[in-house]
Nanobody
């Protein structure tokens, strides 16, 4: 069983930055794509960003939703089994619970991710 633990959320003001971290258990972290998603009450969980793993044809490739492109950066440190989400120029509409997930495929769809963390709250005040 894979366990994912997020950290780094908090309350910030618009324009501030935060870095989220997600540590994964197991020794095959480097193989799999990792994604970040977010969810607000009453809405579907939405894709934020993903980074490919070695099983993907383009190891290390990254993709983002249009809403965060240019402001958020996803990265991974395979020896540390950790994926990061650097969030800059935060906006009130970025307020959500942020989840990391391990995927079967390098994808934007929640259906392609098998393991999920418990989430970390990010609140951006105006």
């Amino acid at each position: 069983q894979v366990r994912l633990v997020e950290s780094g959320g908090g309350l910030v003001q618009a324009g501030d930055s935060l870095r989220l971290s997600c540590v994964a258990s197991g020794d095959t972290f480097f193989r799999y794509p990792m994604g970040w998603f977010r969810q607000t009450p009453g809405k579907e969980r939405e894709f934020v960003g993903a980074v490919a793993g070695i099983i993907s044809f383009d190891t290390g490739a990254k993709m983002y939703s249009d809403s965060v492109k240019g402001r958020f950066t996803i990265s991974r440190d395979n020896p540390k089994n950790t994926v990061y989400l650097q969030m800059n120029s935060l906006k009130p509409e970025d307020t959500a619970v942020y989840y990391c997930a391990r995927g079967r495929r390098y994808s934007q769809s929640t259906d392609d991710y098998d393991y999920w963390g418990q989430g970390t709250q990010v609140t951006v005040s105006s």
